[in-house]
């Protein structure tokens, strides 16, 4: 099964603060992606990539950036840490030959903004 | 705006009764979608996968698809405690490699 590891598992900080999340795939996936887990809102797509270098906006992209370095690399900044980005983050990766592919999610980050 | 609905938000049901789920999507550009499980303080797992008209059977899972009304639905036969999990509807358009999840429905099976 496809390998998807996130750091850290949680991480609390400050309102104004600077934070990285980060994730690795080790299954020479092209695709991955940034997720939010809201009670009420379900999992919205925060960032997404198809290779390194390359970043695509997903649909809850305010107040995020995110960098893919490598093939097996991909993070997520939050250069102002607001209350608002208290969450649950999954990262995933597919390998996208074609629509029809199943996402690998990591075990996520718990995020906290005081 | 929500790209696919799911109902109901919840739904408890006895052990060795049937759960059935119900997911639809908005988007007419929608061809192909999933079922993810996500037990409590885990990650969603795919459960299933289903891109054609028809019905697809997997143990004690099936799920349909009409494609027309872009309609899924998820029964799960003979529900046991391990079944309680939060299941995620995601679609995706041919091409273009996002996926729309549902806010989900959580499923209790009461022993």
């Known amino acids: 099964e496809a390998a998807v590891t996130q750091s850290p598992r949680n991480k609390v900080t400050v309102t104004g603060g600077n934070v990285t999340l980060s994730c690795r795939q080790t299954?020479?996936?092209?695709?991955m992606y940034w997720y939010r887990q809201d009670t009420g809102h379900g999992l919205r797509l925060i960032h997404y990539?198809?290779?390194?270098?390359?970043?695509q906006i997903g649909d809850v992209p305010d107040g995020y950036k995110a960098t893919r370095t490598t093939q097996e690399d991909f993070f997520l900044l939050l250069e102002l840490a607001s209350p608002s980005q208290t969450s649950l983050y999954f990262c995933?990766?597919?390998?996208?030959?074609?629509?029809?592919?199943?996402?690998?999610f990591g075990s996520g980050t718990r995020l906290t903004v005081l | 705006q929500q790209k696919v609905q799911q109902s109901p938000e919840s739904l408890i049901v006895p052990e060795g009764g049937m759960a059935s789920l119900n997911c639809t999507s908005s988007?007419?550009?929608?061809?192909y979608f999933w079922w993810y499980r996500q037990h409590s303080g885990k990650s969603p797992k795919m459960l299933m996968?289903?891109?054609?008209?028809g019905e697809k059977e997997e143990g004690r899972f099936t799920v349909h698809l009409n494609k027309a009304s872009l309609h899924t639905s998820l029964h799960i036969r003979d529900s046991q405690p391990s079944d309680s999990a939060l299941y995620l509807c995601?679609?995706?358009?041919?091409?273009?490699?996002?996926?729309?999840f549902g806010k989900g429905t959580s499923l209790t099976v009461i022993p």
């Open positions: 996968s289903i891109f054609s008209n």
């Open positions: 995601a679609a995706s358009n041919t091409g273009y490699q996002n996926f729309y």
């Open positions: 995933a990766s597919s390998d996208g030959a074609g629509s029809a592919e199943t996402l690998y």
């Open positions: 990539s198809y290779g390194a270098g390359n970043l």
């Open positions: 988007d007419r550009n929608v061809d």
């Open positions: 299954n020479s996936h092209n695709y």
